[in-house]
């Protein structure tokens, strides 16, 4: 007999890369050769940095956006995922300082036009590292139309918007409170900062009041920033100091006068509920003084020195040095009351680590309260979703609160600002085109603005400029609006929320219909993963070890809305083993027919009046799949998805059908045969369509086993390959329509199977030993169906059936096994040693009689119930209502032996 050969194992280092260069050769991902006339379905990539490598948070975001897209495809939408990386501007620009600095030579050696060319230079040896890995996760994105954020298209965009936005009087320039790293010397967005636990101490200084031997205690983590205070605030509520209106205190060691105000900021509850404002060194601090009209003094240069304002005395130095110097002039000026120890958040450069400062400074910012109104309107109104929804009440919070944005770095890597100033007169040019001569004055002297712009601000463009914007394009016709962004929940606001301002400002719509945010990696244990901790786990390394459909699956399965997922190799080796399974039990369809047969098949007709109990069963259950992973995958549902496919292959097809389907298989009826092969390949073929998304790979490989297609007209119902690609093929159809009713009795069959092999388990009986079951039931109905199915109730359980019971009495030495419907009776004494049996029964009591008692006293000790973390308690107190319930159960059969 002729067989297809498949190899006895799936290895997939061999199918991966083979199938991948296929793709892309087919042009498979590209919209304009696949389904170009269907509705169109997009998703633009969260542009990775270039700097970048693939970690676990990159492989699950990819990976459900690309089970998005290749389900789309294959149900005949025009499908775009359209990739691109972002410039990333401080990370890279710090990459290539570093390199440089190996070779002894800084930037500013360089000048910003040579040093520009070597970020250039790197970015096109390095940069595409992270596309590379996109590839090797099996990501079909259309990479004919990858886009960079600093490309000739989206440059052009990113000016645009500056310039409309500055003619609009939304974009200005102006003195701001920042975050400042002093090292990297740039402004950085919230979410370019590290809030680290730090170890520091909170230290309690006397501000005498003016002409006064009484005082204030002023709490601080930074005592040198009093250096530049200009009031103290309490909290107008605050019972201590409400008779201390119109006063005004001496600084200690500058001996400034300034004055104590009331503002609802403070928290009375924290220190001793007074609060030294520095409006230059403190975000907080800075709104205060601009409500209350205070001074802003700087007392720090743009590396974190102190300046003239700090005082003769500590000007020059570096900040904690003058920390050190202050606390001391504190303590011989009998100003320190207290130094206690404090651990509080401190924020660092996400780069370089270096401590950032809070720091005034003359920057460009948006104006972020007029565009935000639309923003928040268009979510109200359902225009765009979140999912799970109760990220829209992060999205409105942080909305509804929004302050101006600052869009300027002081860095060379990035789009230069189109910002030009008159040398002479200090004019200020904002255009698209460099210009040369100055409007005001007609001078030619003119220079532009050294700053570039946040990289955000060219990824809050994303969903249009790589589509085209601002040229009218037949992309961004076509695809915008996008249909759905997958994201994580952290910039929400630093990404999420300004594309959907640019997005409504310039294109007058919403940016995507739907959002997902999805949800952290974690370890096993739940701990975030972290070079610092060595608890990462590389999804490259996994793919290398496990395959990628292992790794993919994995992620889709664990991926429920609104949990943190727990993973670890283990759990991905267990998927692994789910591939395994589909492979083998492909390799055991096909290893048991002939070609000369599979030639036959192509042309049988399956009819619905031929359909045996579990193959109607099977098809009912397939046409149920159909519903569950499209209802699942259109909610964002993705592990529902996964877990249908897994439930469906390995609980229904394989573990069921196949081995039902072993009784025609090996018989000697060649029709009943033929029909059964036919039905077995039918349901892989589109079990390998539901797998396309999750594991690509191994459906594509076992796509190209099936036999080719005729030329003559195909039914519906075949088993033939219908495309060169399982990815271009159609999403899998219902047929026939069965109803429940109609397989119902399927479900008993199972039950009563799944009833014997139960008690074969619990009474220790080895598979070779064949026993046997009487059956009762008050249901003619069901004793007919066990007669009707007995070969394959016999098989099955690996039990024969000795007597249909006419009323349910007790059988001596025997195992029971109880529903709502019938009663099966195993006779243990033709199978086992009942006295053997009891003794290792009475022998497992005795043990779990013992640990009961322990955990009794155990759970009954208060010192343990008190000192004892939660976790530890509950773990208890499951494990023990877990031996209650054995103790139960072998005791129950115990008493059957008798």
Not at 111 to 124: A, H, M, Q
Not at 539 to 545: E, H, L, Q, S
Not at 774 to 801: C, D, M
Request: charged share 30%.
């Amino acid at each position: 007999m002729l067989k297809r050969e498949i190899p006895k194992n799936y290895e997939p280092t061999k199918v991966e890369k083979k199938w991948y260069e296929y793709w892309l050769k087919k042009d498979y991902f590209n919209p304009d050769k696949v389904n170009k006339d269907g509705e169109p379905f997009c998703i633009v990539i969260p542009p990775p940095n270039v700097t970048g490598q693939l970690h676990m948070g990159h492989a699950l975001n990819n990976t459900l956006q690309d089970i998005l897209t290749r389900w789309k495809r294959m149900k005949g939408y025009k499908t775009l995922w359209l990739p691109g990386t972002d410039h990333a501007g401080i990370a890279t620009q710090n990459v290539v300082e570093k390199s440089l600095l190996k070779e002894g030579i800084k930037r500013e050696d360089l000048g910003r036009e040579k040093f520009l060319e070597k970020v250039w230079e790197w970015k096109e040896k390095y940069g595409n590292k992270i596309i590379e890995q996109l590839k090797q996760l099996g990501a079909s994105c259309d990479w004919t139309r990858t886009r960079f954020t600093m490309d000739k298209g989206l440059s052009n965009a990113v000016k645009t918007v500056f310039v409309k936005l500055y003619n609009e009087g939304l974009i200005y320039r102006g003195n701001y409170i920042i975050n400042w790293c002093p090292r990297c010397k740039t402004a950085l967005s919230d979410v370019e900062i590290d809030h680290k636990p730090t170890q520091g101490k909170l230290y309690y200084i006397k501000y005498y009041f003016e002409n006064s031997n009484e005082y204030l205690v002023i709490a601080t983590t930074r005592p040198e920033t009093m250096l530049g205070d200009t009031a103290v605030a309490v909290h107008p509520d605050d019972e201590r100091y409400k008779h201390l209106e119109n006063k005004y205190l001496i600084l200690p060691l500058v001996n400034r006068r300034i004055p104590l105000i009331k503002d609802n900021y403070v928290d009375p509850k924290f220190g001793t509920g007074a609060l030294k404002i520095t409006p230059a060194h403190d975000p907080n601090d800075f709104l205060i003084g601009k409500k209350h009209n205070l001074e802003e003094i700087n007392i720090f240069n743009e590396d974190a020195t102190t300046n003239e304002n700090a005082g003769e005395k500590y000007k020059n130095l570096d900040r904690f040095v003058v920390r050190e110097i202050v606390i001391k002039d504190l303590e011989a000026g009998n100003y320190l009351l207290k130094v206690e120890n404090y651990e509080h958040n401190v924020g660092h450069c996400y780069r370089c680590n270096t401590i950032i400062e809070p720091y005034i400074s003359r920057q460009w910012f948006v104006k972020m309260k007029p565009l935000a109104e639309a923003a928040i309107k268009a979510v109200e109104e359902g225009r765009t979703k979140f999912h799970p929804e109760n990220w829209a009440k992060t999205y409105f919070e942080w909305m509804r609160n929004v302050r101006d944005w600052c869009i300027s770095r002081q860095i060379w890597w990035g789009h230069q600002i189109p910002a030009w100033y008159c040398k002479k007169c200090g004019y200020e040019i904002v255009s698209l085109e460099t210009p040369n001569i100055c409007p005001a004055c007609q001078s030619t002297e003119l220079e532009q603005d050294d700053d570039v712009l946040d990289t955000w601000f060219s990824s809050a463009l994303w969903p249009f400029s790589t589509l085209g914007w601002p040229d009218e394009t037949d992309d961004l016709k076509t695809f915008y609006p996008t249909s759905v962004l997958s994201t994580a929940f952290d910039i929400i606001y630093f990404w999420v929320a300004r594309m959907m301002i640019m997005g409504l400002h310039f294109m007058k719509d919403v940016p995507f219909r739907d959002v997902y945010i999805h949800a952290l990696i974690r370890t096993e244990t739940g701990e975030k993963m972290s070079k610092s901790s060595g608890n990462i786990i590389d999804p490259i390394d996994i793919i290398n070890k496990f395959g990628c459909d292992a790794l993919r699956f994995t992620l889709a399965a664990l991926a429920a809305q609104g949990r943190d997922i727990r993973i670890s190799e283990n759990i991905i080796e267990g998927y692994k083993h789910f591939i395994n399974k589909i492979w083998n039990s492909f390799r055991f369809i096909f290893s048991n027919i002939s070609e000369e047969e599979l030639n036959q098949l192509k042309n049988y007709e399956l009819k619905y009046d031929d359909l045996a109990l579990a193959e109607k069963w099977i098809i009912y259950n397939m046409n149920n799949l159909i519903d569950e992973v499209d209802n699942a995958l259109t909610a964002y549902k993705f592990n529902e998805a996964a877990y249908s496919i897994y439930s469906f292959l390995w609980h229904k097809f394989c573990d069921w059908f196949i081995e039902i389907s072993k009784l025609n298989i090996y018989s000697n009826n060649n029709e009943a045969r033929q029909k059964t092969l036919f039905i077995l390949i039918y349901i892989f073929k589109n079990v390998l369509k539901f797998l396309q998304p999750f594991a690509p790979f191994i459906a594509e490989e076992l796509y190209h086993y099936l036999p080719e297609k005729e030329n003559t007209q195909r039914k519906q119902i075949n088993i033939t390959k219908e495309t060169d690609s399982i990815i271009i093929a159609k999403w899998p159809e219902k047929i026939f329509e069965i109803n429940k009713d109609e397989i119902s009795d399927m479900d008993f069959i199972i039950q009563l199977i799944t009833g014997i092999r139960n008690l074969r388990q619990e009474f220790n009986i080895p598979p070779n030993i064949e026993t046997n079951f009487s059956f009762y039931s008050a249901k003619e109905k069901l004793k007919e169906l066990v007669k009707q199915n007995l070969i394959i109730i016999e098989t099955l359980s690996k039990s024969k059936l000795k007597e249909l019971l006419k009323s349910d009495t007790k059988i001596s030495q025997a195992g029971v096994f109880v529903s709502e419907k019938f009663t099966i009776y195993l006779h243990l004494k033709d199978s086992i040693n009942i006295e053997n049996e009891r003794k290792r029964l009475e022998q497992n009591l005795e043990k779990i009689m013992k640990e009961i008692e322990q955990l009794e006293k155990k759970l009954q000790n208060k010192d343990f119930i008190n000192k004892a973390k939660k976790e530890v308690i509950e773990k208890a107190r499951k494990k023990y209502e877990e031996l209650k319930s054995a103790k139960i159960k072998i005791e129950k059969l115990i008493k059957d032996l008798k």
